[in-house]
DNA sequence: CCATAATTCTTTTTT
DNA sequence: AGAATTATGG
């Protein structure tokens, strides 16, 4: 194998062989080609690729990898076992399920199944939902799973009122999904290692099997992730992991970055290698990132320097409101289209997902080519959601949850108050509702899944998917509606057929039970298609481990990013701050801050500062234009009004530097203002320049 | 049981 | 602003 291209460390890591190794890689190191180099260089020793198990954590990740290991390797690499956490985790259910109480068609229920199932729970209970936030119990109950604690075990760690309750509700939680035959996304890091606990044999077996293990993004793996791989490379510690404590962004999900400094405790012969050279970014970008970082204090400080030119300065762009951001990004994204630039080579990176709906509208104006990766736009549409719960049930017919859905879906006059008698008599008789179906109209419901089900053997699932909107009578009702409504959800529906069908032509299968794995895992519609050229938009947390020619950050504003929850906490603002630290060093060459005046936010119209991010960035690394002048230094004297201003208690005012603020208080010399959270009550000069009437 | 009106959320971030 | 949930009346 040709080793040229890598420096000493790299070398070093790729040629690391046997024992447990931990590569400590900044952001542009390498680490992808090395890990990719690293499996290829194993295969090459002798070792059969069917014993190594690589994990990432996104679904794109592990595409990457298998594709770059394809390139080095050939088709070998598809005898690697390259997958995300979860989906290894359901192969290794889809292969011991008996074991742990479940039938060979268990379904995985998505968050939002969850929480009607958690509502439903509550409701069962009599607890009202307005007291406590079924979200609130959701969030726990994952959060116990995720540090792989039973409820009876959650019990033992709580105090407050409300936990208890949510501690009752884990319980049957936990029994009904097993009643339900389904499993929810910590299931999949967590039964395997149930299993692993209660058969040993079983372990062995996998421990056996895979006998090297490569790690991406350790510092985002949690408790449950952790134990999962320490377990099966205990045998033969054959564990290389990768990480970098700057780019840990899942604490919410119970990521914990000390996971890598535990790995230096677990394996007391770790060999550590530290990879410092950027080849990615441009100084300028890496610098810029650097400046930001810094300001973490609970932080190792590190050496990541590049060899690369200076580059093109930052461009910082404050639009008027999200709309102009919108189109000022395609103004200048078409002069770097003329300028050579690819749009595959273009970003667009945001921090929550509804920011893409504006950018989106304006892209469509444009008619430039784009792709939204992670938009749930397409999935959670009603329409689409029915048709998911329809295969569900279909393939696994003891999903309450779905079949709840659904059993009304068109409408056939199965009310509230059937449903409700089905759920007690199912209770009684400890069955599920579909088989508590016997009489009525939930009967006919019945026999439509009963054809289905034999439906699904027998053809495509291109097929079904038609049968089932012919059958169930949904694409009658739209038909029948003759809205532009109806027809939008017709062409949607049909769409979805076009995901079934390069499913079945990608993959060559047309197992149900393979393409509800899929959807269920990968919900990114753009994951489903061939991408051809096109620009990305992307929320910051999902273009982790991609790179860019060009990045746009947009909504660099207080309360978006770093976004209004997590800026007063400061361990949570300094996760904002390495999400930001991510977001810069993504791009290549040239990187561009943007953010608005003004932008709408739940319907109301929001005036945020300029993020704190922003200012952090020294200023020689930022382009100097009309629009972007930094807080300005002028003296006092020409920042007062002349003459006397007065303000009324009550008022809304602007405030430059805080945003929308309420008067709250006047006197002769000041007025004071109470502003959104998190800045709260300020007191200023009354005829300051930087106050404004709205 | 269902259509419409009124009201109350929603936006962190992912598998 | 738009979606989702709940109330109301037929």
């Given at each position: 194998m040709n080793l040229d291209g890598l420096n000493k460390e790299q070398k070093e890591a790729v040629l690391h062989k046997d024992g447990p190794l931990l590569i400590l890689a900044g952001a542009g190191s390498g680490k992808t080609r090395v890990l990719t180099m690293k499996v290829a260089y194993l295969i090459e020793q002798g070792v059969d690729p069917s014993n190594i198990l690589a994990i990432t954590f996104t679904n794109k990740a592990a595409k990457e990898m298998k594709e770059r290991i394809y390139g080095l390797v050939g088709r070998t690499a598809f005898d690697c076992q390259i997958s995300t956490f979860h989906s290894f985790g359901l192969k290794i259910l889809k292969e011991n399920y008996n074991l742990l109480g479940y039938d060979k068609n268990f379904t995985i229920l998505d968050s939002d199944d969850t929480l009607s199932l958690i509502k439903k729970i509550m409701k069962d209970m009599n607890i009202d939902i307005k007291q406590i936030n079924p979200k609130y119990v959701r969030n726990s109950i994952s959060g116990a799973k995720n540090q792989l604690l039973s409820p009876e075990e959650y019990e033992?760690?709580?105090?407050?009122?409300?936990?208890?309750?949510?501690?009752?509700?884990?319980?049957?939680?936990?029994?009904?999904?097993?009643?339900?035959?389904?499993?929810?996304?910590?299931?999949?890091?967590?039964?395997?290692?149930?299993?692993?606990?209660?058969?040993?044999?079983?372990?062995k077996i996998y421990q056996e099997k895979y006998k090297y293990i490569l790690i991406d993004e350790y510092q985002d793996t949690n408790e449950a992730q952790y134990i999962l791989t320490k377990k099966i490379s205990a045998k033969y510690k054959n564990i290389c992991v990768v990480g970098d404590n700057d780019q840990s962004v899942y604490s919410f999900r119970g990521a914990n970055y000390k996971n890598i400094l535990n790995f230096e405790k677990d394996y007391k012969d770790a060999k550590t290698i530290m990879l410092e050279q950027n080849y990615r970014s441009t100084k300028t970008i890496l610098n810029a990132a650097n400046s930001v970082i810094k300001n973490n204090e609970f932080?190792?400080?590190?050496?990541?320097?590049?060899?690369?030119?200076?580059?093109?300065?930052?461009?910082?762009?404050?639009?008027?409101?999200?709309?102009?951001?919108?189109?000022?990004?395609?103004?200048?994204?078409?002069?770097?289209?003329?300028?050579?630039?690819?749009?595959?080579?273009?970003?667009?990176?945001?921090?929550?997902?509804?920011?893409?709906?504006?950018?989106?509208?304006?892209?469509?104006?444009?008619?430039?080519?784009?792709?939204?990766?992670?938009?749930?736009?397409?999935?959670?549409?009603?329409?689409?959601?029915?048709?998911?719960?329809?295969?569900?049930?279909?393939?696994?017919?003891?999903?309450?949850?779905?079949?709840?859905?659904?059993?009304?879906?068109?409408?056939?006059?199965?009310?509230?108050?059937?449903?409700?008698?089905?759920?007690?008599?199912?209770?009684?008789?400890?069955?599920?509702?579909?088989?508590?179906?016997?009489?009525?109209?939930?009967?006919?419901?019945?026999?439509?899944?009963?054809?289905?089900?034999?439906?699904?053997?027998?053809?495509?699932?291109?097929?079904?998917?038609?049968?089932?909107?012919?059958?169930?009578?949904?694409?009658?009702?739209?038909?029948?509606?003759?809205?532009?409504?109806a027809d939008i959800r017709l062409e949607n529906l049909e769409e979805f057929k076009s995901i079934t069908k390069n499913f079945e032509e990608r993959e060559g299968l047309v197992s149900l039970e393979d393409f509800l794995n899929e959807i269920s895992l990968v919900s990114d519609i753009e994951e489903h298609k061939n991408n051809p050229d096109k620009i990305t938009l992307m929320t910051m947390h999902s273009v982790k481990g991609l790179e860019f020619d060009v990045v746009f950050v947009v909504g660099m504003e207080e309360s978006i990013f770093p976004h209004a929850n997590s800026s007063f906490d400061k361990q949570d603002l300094e996760e904002e701050r390495r999400l930001c630290y991510v977001a810069i060093t993504r791009a290549k060459k040239k990187l561009y801050l943007v953010n608005a005046k003004r932008r709408m936010l739940f319907g109301r119209d929001s005036i945020n500062p300029p993020s704190r991010f922003i200012e952090e960035i020294d200023s020689c690394y930022i382009e100097e234009t009309e629009n972007n002048k930094m807080p300005k230094k002028i003296d006092k004297e020409s920042m007062l009004n002349d003459g006397e201003v007065t303000y009324n208690i009550g008022e809304l005012v602007i405030q430059d530097s805080y945003g929308e603020g309420i008067v709250i208080g006047e006197d002769d010399k000041f007025v004071t203002i109470a502003f959104n959270y998190p800045h709260g009550t300020k007191k200023f000069i009354k005829n300051h320049k930087s106050i404004r009437r709205v």
């Open positions: 033992q760690f709580i105090s407050a009122e409300s936990e208890k309750i949510v501690c009752k509700i884990f319980k049957r939680y936990r029994d009904a999904l097993i009643k339900n035959n389904s499993v929810d996304f910590d299931d999949l890091l967590i039964l395997p290692i149930k299993l692993f606990n209660e058969y040993p044999n079983i372990l932080r190792k400080d590190k050496n990541l320097w590049s060899d690369n030119e200076d580059g093109e300065k930052i461009t910082y762009y404050r639009a008027y409101d999200e709309k102009h951001e919108g189109s000022y990004i395609i103004s200048e994204i078409k002069k770097l289209l003329d300028a050579g630039y690819k749009e595959k080579e273009i970003a667009i990176i945001y921090r929550t997902n509804a920011q893409s709906r504006v950018l989106e509208e304006e892209f469509l104006k444009s008619r430039l080519p784009y792709k939204i990766v992670g938009s749930f736009f397409f999935y959670n549409r009603k329409e689409i959601k029915d048709l998911i719960s329809y295969l569900k049930v279909i393939y696994n017919e003891k999903d309450d949850v779905n079949l709840s859905r659904i059993i009304n879906v068109p409408k056939r006059g199965i009310g509230d108050k059937t449903i409700n008698n089905l759920v007690t008599y199912a209770n009684i008789e400890g069955i599920s509702i579909y088989e508590a179906i016997e009489t009525g109209k939930e009967l006919e419901f019945k026999k439509i899944i009963e054809e289905l089900k034999v439906d699904s053997e027998n053809c495509t699932l291109t097929d079904l998917i038609d049968k089932i909107l012919d059958k169930s009578g949904i694409r009658k009702e739209l038909e029948s509606e003759k809205s532009l409504e």
